[in-house]
C-alpha cells in the first residue's frame, strides 16, 4: 500500500527565512508526487509535482522540492518566507496508472512571523 | 473565468436526513472527484469520474452517493448511513484523469450537523 508522511503539522518560520517541509512516501514502484497548497476556506491549488524528467522541480510563488529515491522523500523549499506563504500545505501521491487516485498526507499548516 | 463552483459554502444536516452537494465545472474535463477533508488528515476520496454516467468508489464511499448525468456536474449526495458527516467536501476535476495530471479544485463545501 502506499502512504504519504508529513513531518510535522505545524511548521512556524520568520518572515525571510527558509521554509522546509517534510514529506516522506512508502512505495515499491516509481511514484507521482505533489505538493498542494490551501488557503482559509478554500479549494487546494497545484505547487508542483514530480513526474521523473527531474529531481529538482520549480513550482510556484518561489517554492521547489527535490525527489529523492534513496530516502523516499519530497521535501518542499522555499529559500525566503513571505507573509503570504502562510497556508497549509499538502503532500500527495499517486501510484495508480491510469486513474488519478491521490493519496495525501495529513497537511503542515505554515505560519510566518513578522 | 472557467472553474469549478461549489454550492452551498455551508449546509447543514438533521438526523436521518439526506443532503445533496452540488458541483459544476466549466473547464470542459472528462474526469471529476469528490474529496473529504477533517482536521489533521487530509483529503480521502470518496468517489470519481472518468466520463458520463460511469463513476467509481473510492476509499471512503460507504454513506455517500454521486451521479453524472452532465459531463459538466458531479452532485454528491450524503444520506442518512453516513454516521459522522461533519467535514469539508471538496469538488475536484482534471482533463481526462491521467496519473499525473493537475487537479483542479472547488472552494468546498462545509457540512455540519444539526
Known amino acids: 500500500a502506499q502512504s504519504v508522511t508529513q513531518l510535522g503539522s505545524h511548521v512556524s518560520v520568520s518572515e525571510g527565512a527558509l521554509v522546509l517541509l517534510r514529506c516522506n512516501y512508502s512505495?515499491?514502484?516509481?511514484?507521482?508526487l505533489f505538493w498542494y497548497v490551501q488557503y482559509p476556506n478554500q479549494g487546494l491549488q497545484l505547487l508542483l509535482k514530480?513526474?521523473?524528467?527531474?529531481?529538482l522541480v520549480k513550482g510556484i510563488n518561489g517554492f521547489e522540492a527535490e525527489f529523492k529515491k534513496s530516502e523516499t522523500s519530497f521535501h518542499l523549499t522555499k529559500p525566503s518566507a513571505h507573509m503570504s506563504d502562510a497556508a497549509e500545505y499538502f503532500c500527495?501521491?499517486?501510484?495508480?496508472?491510469?486513474?488519478?487516485?491521490?493519496?495525501f498526507g495529513q497537511g503542515t499548516r505554515l505560519t510566518i512571523n513578522p | 473565468d472557467g472553474g469549478i463552483t461549489q454550492s452551498p459554502k455551508y449546509l447543514f444536516r438533521k438526523e436521518g436526513q439526506n443532503v445533496t452537494l452540488s458541483c459544476e465545472q466549466n473547464l470542459n474535463h472528462d474526469a471529476m472527484y469528490w474529496y473529504r477533508q477533517d482536521p489533521g488528515q487530509g483529503l480521502r476520496l470518496i468517489y470519481y469520474?472518468?466520463?458520463?454516467?460511469?463513476?467509481q468508489k473510492g476509499d471512503i464511499a460507504e454513506g455517500y452517493s454521486v451521479s453524472r448525468e452532465k459531463k459538466e456536474s458531479f452532485p454528491l449526495t450524503v444520506t442518512s448511513a453516513q454516521k459522522n458527516p461533519t467535514a469539508f467536501y471538496l469538488c475536484?476535476?482534471?482533463?481526462?484523469?491521467?496519473?499525473?495530471?493537475?487537479?483542479?479544485f472547488g472552494s468546498g463545501t462545509q457540512l455540519s450537523v444539526l
Open positions: 514530480y513526474t521523473s524528467a527531474a529531481t
Open positions: 500527495a501521491v499517486n501510484l495508480i496508472q491510469g486513474a488519478q487516485k491521490l493519496v
Open positions: 512505495s515499491s514502484v516509481p511514484p507521482y
Open positions: 469520474s472518468q466520463i458520463v454516467n460511469d463513476f
Open positions: 475536484a476535476s482534471s482533463i481526462y484523469g491521467g496519473t499525473n495530471e493537475k487537479l483542479f
